[in-house]
């Protein structure tokens, strides 16, 4: 079993940055990947970044790339997701999730365990 927990989401203004954080604890010896998803009310889940526990294979929606970048810390059991140039469209409820084993990381699906999630809004 995986426990996950979100932090540092919040209200930013537009063009501003966050760093979401995801502890993990529990079995995390063998997690394969980390992500993150988000989902604004009335719309489906959604990837948004995964990272490879071991190594450093990264993932990223095209809508996120070149402003989001996913990092870990094996170490501490966290992942990270720094967010910059926030948009009003980037507004959800962001969730991280593990799973031991994927073919597609883009896939909600492929996720065993989930956080609670941590709340973003962007003004604008």
């Known amino acids: 079993q995986v426990q996950l927990v979100e932090s540092g989401g919040g209200l930013v203004q537009a063009g501003g940055s966050l760093r979401l954080s995801c502890a993990a604890s529990?079995?995390?010896?063998?997690?394969?990947?980390v992500g993150w998803f988000r989902q604004a009310p009335g719309k489906e889940r959604e990837f948004v970044a995964a990272i490879r526990w071991s190594g450093t294979r990264t993932y990223y929606a095209d809508s996120v790339k070149g402003r989001f970048t996913i990092s870990r810390d094996n170490a501490k059991n966290t992942a990270y997701l720094h967010m910059n140039s926030l948009k009003p469209e980037d507004t959800a409820d962001y969730y991280c999730?593990?799973?031991?084993?994927?073919?597609?990381?883009?896939?909600?699906?492929?996720?065993?365990?989930w956080g609670q999630g941590t709340q973003v809004t962007v003004s604008s």
């Open positions: 999730a593990a799973t031991y084993y994927s073919s597609s990381y883009s896939k909600a699906t492929e996720y065993r365990y």
């Open positions: 529990g079995r995390t010896f063998s997690m394969d990947a």
